[in-house]
Nanobody, 117 residues
Framework: VQLQASGGGSVQAGGSLKLSCPASRIITSVFVKSRMAWYRQAPGKQRELVAELVSGGSTTYQNTVKGRFTISRDNAKKTLYLQMNRLEPEDTGIYYC?????????WGRGTLVTVSS
């Protein structure tokens, strides 16, 4: 199953974007129990975890995005989201969604976020 993240774009610092990662090909019973996350890879750097959401609803954020980013899921739509507010140039990178569940570990094709100062 290949996921496809969308919603990236170019914004000025202080702006907002909302990333989406639909997972229509993952069955609902697996989706609702999956661990989900967003990662990003900045130019010249390794991929890093940005936000994580486990099936019980607990969330974890990288310190640099706490208070600005919100990870969420819509089980009915089987979609993972990342709301990004007060974007900073350091948030620039390719963002990838990841869904890890009983049926496997799925990654999305990245979506590019570019934040200009």
């Amino acid at each position: 199953v290949q996921l496809q993240a969308s919603g990236g774009g170019s914004v000025q610092a202080g702006g907002s974007l909302k990333l989406s990662c639909p997972a229509s090909r993952i069955i609902t019973s697996v989706f609702v129990k999956s661990r989900m996350a967003w990662y990003r890879q900045a130019p010249g750097k390794q991929r890093e975890l940005v936000a994580e959401l486990v099936s019980g609803g607990s969330t974890t954020y990288q310190n640099t995005v706490k208070g600005r980013f919100t990870i969420s899921r819509d089980n009915a739509k089987k979609t993972l989201y990342l709301q990004m507010n007060r974007l900073e140039p350091e948030d620039t990178g390719i963002y990838y969604c990841n869904i890890n569940g009983q049926s496997g570990d799925y990654w999305g094709r990245g979506t590019l976020v570019t934040v200009s100062s």
